[in-house]
């Protein structure tokens, strides 16, 4: 019934996923095209672990972020978590 309320508003509803809010992380912290086929491909590696189900999309793409800036050596790795507002232990 919501659905159809939403169709009848032209209401856009779309479900968040964490390559989304990857693309958001990177263009934020001012990232290259390179850290971001990094990113990408650490989080298509995260779709063939069934246990990453746990984990909210948020983490899972900040994470992903995270990896790819600390395995290219990019000083931009701290910002990611400051951008997110999450610690390092959170998303390790």
């Known amino acids: 019934m919501e659905m159809n309320i939403l ?8 479900a968040v996923t964490p390559f989304r809010l990857a693309e958001r992380i990177v ?3 001012s990232m290259d095209n ?3 086929h990094l ?3 650490l989080l298509y590696l995260s779709l063939q672990s069934y ?15 995270y990896a790819s800036q600390k395995i290219l050596k990019k000083a931009n790795a701290e910002r990611v978590c400051q ?3 999450r610690s390092e232990e959170d998303i390790r």
């Open 7 to 14: 169709k009848k508003l032209d209401f856009d509803v779309t």
């Open 27 to 29: 263009k934020v912290c």
């Open 34 to 36: 390179h850290s971001l």
């Open 39 to 41: 990113t990408t491909y």
């Open 51 to 65: 246990s990453m189900v746990q984990y909210s999309p948020s983490i899972i793409a900040t994470s992903a972020t």
């Open 83 to 85: 951008v997110i507002g």
